[in-house]
């Protein structure tokens, strides 16, 4: 009898705890559900591609895709530093809910230092910080991956 008590509590037992065991992974695959569908602003965000051409003074920025801009041109000095994003120049104060489902949405700064370019990504880029440098003539392809010399 005293077997029977102690199988029958131990039954019970593994029950409830296969009934706690399913809802915490029923819990574990709601979380992480919710928590991958806010992981990005925007998945179906368009991709950039932007050619970054050396000038005399600065540089100039070809927007190829997922830009609002065609072309910009500015100075860049050295240490100087450009924040740039599907617009153009990006100023001090936050955007104002501009957005444009069609554009790309990302952020990125621009340093220069002797030849050497540093691109700083701050939004919807792959990459936190590309360092590279190039000759007149050569064009610095910049995408959300990226960036590749031709």
């Known amino acids: 009898m005293y077997f029977r008590i102690i199988s029958k509590l131990n039954l019970n037992f593994m029950k ?8 915490f992974l029923i819990l574990l695959a709601v979380t992480l559900t919710v928590t991958s569908a806010f992981s990005k602003e925007n998945p179906d965000a368009p991709e950039f591609e932007i050619a970054m ?38 100023g001090k104060s936050p955007k104002q809910n501009r957005r444009d489902n069609n554009l790309s949405d990302f952020e990125f700064s621009i340093k220069k230092s002797g030849q050497t370019y540093t691109l700083i990504g701050k939004k919807g880029t792959a990459w936190t910080t590309l360092t590279f440098t190039f000759h007149g003539g050569s064009v610095a392809v910049i995408n959300e991956s990226g960036v590749t010399i031709k």
């Open 16 to 23: 409830t705890s296969m009934n706690h065991s399913h809802l």
């Open 53 to 90: 051409e050396r000038t005399e003074n600065g540089v100039k920025l070809l927007g190829h895709k997922g830009t609002a801009f065609e072309q910009l041109e500015f100075t860049l000095r050295n240490t100087g530093k450009k924040d740039i994003d599907e617009f153009g120049m990006a």
